[in-house]
């Protein structure tokens, strides 16, 4: 049965009841080990071993209140997914005796078989053993399951040598390198905060279709995305979904979505339809950097889950219909000190304000210096068809920061007063409606890296990503930044002895500097992507470019600078992103053929008969030949489509042959990209061009008319 509202009850009264957040743990623990826990994970000291067993008492003790069964360490490998092994409560202590037990070793350290998950040459098929270990600064949470529960752990993931093979260990790293950093301009301003805290908001969007249509797809089955499809007679072009009435079940979805992650100490705020047709998003408030990846995931976990339940199949590939907007997960970016003081809010007078201008010049920097890398960190195969499209950004990584942030820099900039540095109030000539202040910005959805008022926002990531790549990289480069606008500040300061008269003159500087990496303007038009190339900006439209950044002597430097990853550690990624990429369209390559040969083509040669059934039974009626003419321009234009499905099959599998060849990784994933892709695509063009001509009772694919609006 459909959940009502009234079924789901008050959101607030079931925040966070299955996490094992600081409220709750301060019931299940004693005092003395509540206070050192917090002094870890507010305070940044290292934690006590010795509470370890305490808190694992407490943590057993509420799951298993909970209904928990077993428990897990909940990580994030290079896969992009999650991970996790499950392993009951109870110890045997005798013949025939169990006792439930759940000790501090087990809560700090797992072993999962690390050989298994992509290492990029870290580690050999034969050495086995990894560690998974406790992240305290997540809390634990209870996922449900069809007949019981299991108390998840976040943790990291690292081998026996002690290198990083997951998601999360690398983030916590950055996130402590841009704090130092931050700490370290915050004091030159007087700024006693001794922390900072990254915030992160990840609006994720997604697809939904019936399960039915899903189950009748090979390619969305194992490929995520529908590699064959005439596009809809209707489609996107009426803009009637965005932000349209919800449909009713998928209403009820978004309801127990939303129920489930609530309990899960996950804060969404916000659900609404997207451009697409079946296309959603839905949206948290703003955390940790760290635990908002954590949320992240486990929201797409729910989504996949409450799908499942609804009948409804959930696709998150950045573009699984071709013709109609893809899907991304906006990454709002924010920095505040231990005060709640958002490092990125300008004020009510920005051209004062030089904390903040210090600040957003030392992202702006980083974007300058370092865009390419940011581009790297979103860069796989279902991104490339995403980026660039109406929906996404380009691939050319600039920064949007609105006309009033632009006129403080030009009069900073020529040393003149600022004009448009105040909000005004909107005159829309109806006097019984409320007075608003308008923004001082506008927002600019062409930006891949956009200021939107006290954050920004990255719009090139993928729907699918996992957070924490994109984040490891904007915390590494703006910790780079700070560090030398510090430096430049400081040196200034030496020569002239005025901290103010020091700080303006960097910041006038790096207004100069970072010119290039600014545009408030159309980032899709013909214009600017001929400007970005006379300001020297990177233009990596394929996963195979942009992967090439990542083992640069610049990169490995800055990585191993701020030890966020060691040297083989960067190689590593990208070795395991150009494999996924190379994997990725081998499977796709694959099943195009095989739907093309066993799917399509016999479908087509079924309504061939038909034809040619008809035009035997015309002829023998005595027709003329000009009656017969329309059934016979059928049965050619089937021959010749089909004959071009084999053709193009063939084409495809020499290409693979080709690439397959290759044992150079790189020159292996270009050939993917230049010859097997375009291969692929020859061969959709032809089948899709059937579609539109086949029997549409004997066409064996849903259909994206069906896909898209039947819900």
């Given at each position: 049965?459909?959940?009502?509202?009234?079924?789901?009850?008050?959101?607030?009264?079931?925040?966070?009841?299955?996490?094992?957040?600081?409220?709750?743990?301060?019931?299940?623990?004693?005092?003395?080990?509540?206070?050192?826990?917090?002094?870890?994970?507010?305070?940044?000291?290292?934690?006590?071993?010795?509470?370890?067993?305490?808190?694992?008492?407490?943590?057993?003790?509420?799951?298993?209140?909970?209904?928990?069964?077993?428990?897990?360490?909940?990580?994030?490998?290079?896969?992009?997914?999650t991970a996790e092994k499950h392993d009951a409560f109870i110890d045997f202590i005798g013949e025939g005796e169990?006792?439930?037990?759940f000790s501090g070793k087990q809560l700090v350290q797992g072993e999962p078989d690390a050989s298994s998950f992509p290492s990029g040459g870290l580690r050999a098929t034969f050495e086995a053993r990894g560690y998974t270990i406790w992240d305290p600064t997540s809390p634990a949470f209870i996922m449900d399951g069809a007949n019981g529960k299991t108390l998840c752990i976040p943790s990291i993931f690292m081998s026996y040598s002690g290198h990083s093979l997951g998601q999360k260990e690398p983030l916590l790293k950055s996130l402590a390198a841009a704090e130092k950093s931050a700490l370290r301009v915050l004091k030159l301003f007087g700024n006693t905060s001794k922390r900072t805290k990254v915030t992160v908001g990840g609006e994720q969007e997604y697809f939904l279709i019936d399960l039915k249509f899903y189950n009748q797809r090979p390619d969305l089955i194992m490929a995520g995305r529908s590699l064959f499809g005439a596009s809809?007679?209707?489609?996107?072009?009426m803009e009637d979904h965005y932000f349209g009435s919800i449909k009713s079940r998928v209403l009820s979805f978004m309801q127990e979505v939303d129920e489930e992650l609530i309990k899960l100490g996950v804060p969404v705020k916000t659900r609404h339809n997207e451009v697409a047709p079946n296309q959603f998003e839905i949206a948290p408030i703003f955390e940790e950097a760290a635990v908002a990846t954590d949320h992240n995931q486990i929201t797409m976990e729910i989504l996949r889950k409450v799908a499942a339940k609804h009948s409804l199949a959930l696709l998150l590939h950045e573009k699984p219909f071709a013709g109609v907007n893809g899907s991304g997960k906006h990454n709002n970016w924010s920095m505040s000190d231990e005060f709640g003081n958002n490092l990125l809010e300008p004020g009510q007078t920005p051209e004062k304000n030089l904390q903040f201008l210090v600040f957003i010049l030392a992202c702006l920097r980083a974007l300058k210096n370092h865009g390419h890398l940011l581009r790297a960190s979103v860069a796989t195969a279902g991104n490339d068809h995403r980026l660039g499209a109406n929906e996404a950004p380009p691939a050319i990584m600039s920064a949007f920061i609105g006309e009033q942030l632009m006129d403080v820099f030009d009069h900073i900039e020529n040393e003149t007063s600022s004009s448009k540095a105040k909000n005004e109030l909107f005159d829309h000539g109806l006097s019984k409606l409320p007075e608003i202040k308008k923004d001082a910005t506008d927002r600019?959805?062409?930006?891949?890296?956009?200021?939107?008022?006290?954050?920004?926002?990255?719009?090139?990531?993928?729907?699918?990503?996992?957070?924490?790549?994109?984040?490891?990289?904007?915390?590494?480069?703006?910790a780079e930044s700070l560090d030398v606008i510090a430096d430049r500040i400081e040196a200034k300061m030496r020569a002239e002895g005025d901290f103010k008269k020091a700080a303006l003159a960097v910041i006038?500087?790096?207004?100069?500097?970072?010119?290039?990496?600014?545009?408030?303007?159309?980032?899709?038009?013909?214009?600017?992507?001929?400007?970005?190339?006379?300001?020297?900006?990177?233009?990596?439209?394929?996963?195979?470019?942009?992967?090439?950044?990542?083992?640069?002597?610049?990169?490995?430097?800055?990585?191993?600078?701020?030890?966020?990853?060691?040297?083989?550690?960067?190689?590593?990624?990208?070795?395991?992103?150009?494999?996924?990429?190379?994997?990725?369209?081998?499977?796709?390559?694959?099943?195009?053929?095989?739907?093309?040969?066993?799917?399509?083509?016999?479908?087509?040669?079924?309504?061939?008969?038909?034809?040619?059934?008809?035009?035997?039974?015309?002829?023998?009626?005595?027709?003329?030949?000009?009656?017969?003419?329309?059934?016979?321009?059928?049965?050619?234009?089937?021959?010749?489509?089909?004959?071009?499905?084999?053709?193009?099959?063939?084409?495809?599998?020499?290409?693979?042959?080709?690439?397959?060849?290759?044992?150079?990784?790189?020159?292996?994933?270009?050939?993917?990209?230049?010859?097997?892709?375009?291969?692929?695509?020859?061969?959709?063009?032809?089948?899709?061009?059937?579609?539109?001509?086949?029997?549409?009772?004997?066409?064996?694919?849903?259909?994206?008319?069906?896909?898209?609006?039947?819900?």
């Open positions: 049965p459909l959940k009502t509202i009234e079924a789901i009850g008050n959101l607030s009264e079931k925040f966070g009841t299955n996490a094992f957040g600081r409220e709750t743990m301060r019931r299940y623990v004693p005092k003395e080990v509540f206070e050192k826990y917090l002094a870890t994970v507010q305070a940044g000291e290292p934690l006590d071993p010795k509470i370890s067993g305490a808190i694992a008492n407490g943590m057993k003790e509420w799951a298993m209140e909970k209904g928990a069964t077993h428990f897990t360490h909940w990580f994030q490998p290079m896969t992009g997914l169990v006792l439930e037990r809809s007679p209707k489609g996107q072009q600019n959805r062409t930006s891949p890296f956009a200021f939107t008022g006290n954050k920004f926002e990255f719009r090139a990531v993928g729907s699918s990503a996992n957070l924490s790549t994109p984040n490891v990289v904007l915390n590494t480069i703006i006038r500087e790096t207004i100069t500097e970072v010119r290039p990496v600014v545009f408030n303007g159309d980032n899709y038009s013909e214009e600017w992507h001929k400007e970005a190339e006379k300001r020297g900006l990177y233009n990596d439209r394929t996963t195979p470019s942009a992967l090439k950044h990542l083992v640069s002597k610049e990169t490995i430097a800055l990585f191993t600078k701020y030890a966020v990853l060691a040297e083989d550690e960067v190689k590593s990624r990208y070795h395991i992103n150009l494999e996924a990429y190379i994997k990725t369209i081998g499977i796709e390559a694959g099943l195009v053929k095989e739907i093309a040969q066993t799917m399509i083509v016999p479908a087509a040669f079924k309504y061939l008969n038909t034809v040619s059934g008809s035009v035997s039974t015309l002829t023998v009626a005595g027709l003329s030949k000009e009656a017969l003419e329309p059934s016979l321009e059928i049965a050619n234009e089937l021959l010749e489509l089909v004959s071009s499905v084999k053709k193009g099959c063939r084409e495809l599998d020499k290409a693979l042959e080709k690439a397959a060849k290759m044992h150079d990784e790189q020159a292996c994933a270009e050939e993917y990209c230049s010859k097997v892709i375009p291969a692929m695509l020859k061969v959709r063009a032809v089948a899709d061009k059937l579609e539109t001509i086949c029997d549409d009772s004997a066409w064996p694919l849903p259909k994206y008319r069906e896909m898209l609006f039947l819900i």
